[in-house]
C-alpha cells in the first residue's frame, strides 16, 4: 500500500521571513497561503505557491541546523523562461544564464535575498 499521494511542500530556510514573503509574492509573483505564529519554531509557519500550484514553499526560519543560502532543487516552471528571465534580471534579482541547448526546455537559475537557488524551465 502506498501511503504518500503527493508532494506538497518544501521548506526553504530565511533569515528575515517578512523580507522573504515580499521576494516570493512582490518578484516571483507567488500567493501567500498561510502565515500562522509558529513560536515553537521561532518565528511562523508561512507558505507561499504560484496561483493554483499543488505544490508550495515553506519560509522556514533558518537555523544552524537549517542554515539559508542552499541549493533548493526546486524546478519552477515558466510558460516562457526566456521572458521571464528577461523579467528577473530587469528586476535586479540574482539570475544566472539562460541556457538554451537542443531538445532540452530553456532554463535557469535564480537566487533568493538569502542566496537560496530556485531553478526555472520551460514547460
Not at 505564529?37 to 508561512?46: M, S
Request: no cysteine; hydrophobic share 40%.
Amino acid at each position: 500500500m502506498n501511503h504518500i499521494s503527493e508532494i506538497r511542500t518544501v521548506g526553504v530556510p530565511v533569515t528575515d521571513q517578512d523580507r522573504a514573503v515580499a521576494f516570493y509574492t512582490e518578484t516571483l509573483g507567488f500567493e501567500v497561503l498561510m502565515d500562522a505564529p509558529l513560536p515553537q519554531f521561532g518565528g511562523r509557519w508561512i507558505v507561499v505557491a504560484p496561483a493554483g500550484s499543488s505544490a508550495s514553499i515553506a519560509l522556514v526560519p533558518a537555523s544552524e541546523g537549517n542554515p539559508a543560502g542552499v541549493d533548493t532543487g526546486i524546478r519552477m516552471g515558466s510558460q516562457d523562461a526566456k521572458a521571464a528571465h528577461q523579467h528577473f534580471l530587469d528586476s535586479g534579482v540574482d539570475t544566472d544564464e539562460l541556457l538554451e541547448w537542443p531538445g532540452v526546455p530553456p532554463m535557469f537559475s535564480l537566487r533568493d535575498q538569502d542566496g537560496n537557488r530556485l531553478y526555472v524551465s520551460q514547460f
